[in-house]
């Protein structure tokens, strides 16, 4: 018997359209094993970034220190721990006595951020500037004097100053007005290593 004959009482059955080519199922299969990729792909982009954000946090603290005789501070901020890398993100450096409105300034004046010893070594601003790594300073053009208060703010964490710990970020003002408090605001956004 073959497929065009036919016998009176016998039910005819006959395939489905397409049921046998590509028309309907292929494209279809095909879409839907690259939307699956696409998907693993993205899941793992997700992972990743979620891994790393798992292994930042940002800390903000205070510190405060008097000028000498010589109006020279040295203030340790923030110890980065052993194989992290510390970002520091914004330093607001205050002065007693003066506002933004009337700041502090001279032609002596400057104030930085370095990377120096630990903090309670007690290292006094000349030291720190002898030993330590600078990652930024004010003024930044002889022309300019610095002024106090001033913010240091990064907007991202490339632009900021890093440092890979052990080390500790610290805050120094020269040529300021003696025996006055300084107190520093900052925040540093920590990184830890992959384990």
Same mark, same amino acid.
């Not at 009482?9 to 494209?27: K, W």
């Given at each position: ?51 790393a954000e798992a292994r930042q946090r940002l800390y903000?603290?205070? $510190?405060?220190?008097? *000028?000498? &005789? =010589?109006?020279?501070? /040295? %203030?340790?901020?923030?110890?980065? !721990? ?18 933004? $409105?009337?700041?502090? *300034?001279? &032609? =002596?004046?400057?104030? /930085? %951020?370095?990377?120096?010893?630990? !903090? ?20 930044q053009s002889p022309t300019v004097d610095a002024v ?48």
């Open positions: 018997m073959t497929l065009g004959d036919h016998h009176p009482g016998a039910s005819m059955q006959s395939a489905p359209p397409g049921a046998f080519g590509t028309e309907v199922a292929g494209p279809a299969m095909v879409e839907l094993v690259t939307i699956m990729a696409r998907t693993a792909s993205i899941m793992h982009s997700l992972e990743q970034r979620a891994k903000a603290g205070r $510190a405060a220190g008097q *000028t000498d &005789a =010589n109006g020279d501070v /040295a %203030i340790p901020l923030f110890e980065v !721990p052993q194989g992290a890398t510390g970002y520091l993100m914004r330093c607001a450096i205050d002065f007693a006595g003066v506002t933004p $409105a009337g700041p502090l *300034t001279n &032609a =002596n004046l400057w104030h /930085a %951020i370095y990377e120096g010893g630990p !903090p309670g070594s007690g290292m006094t601003a000349a030291q720190v500037v002898a030993v330590g790594n600078l990652l930024d300073a004010q003024p106090l208060p001033y913010v240091y703010a990064y907007g991202d964490r490339y632009a900021a100053p890093v440092l890979v710990g052990p080390g500790t970020f610290w805050a120094i003002v020269d040529a300021a007005t003696a025996a006055r408090q300084v107190g520093v605001r900052y925040s540093v956004l920590v990184e830890q290593p992959e384990p």
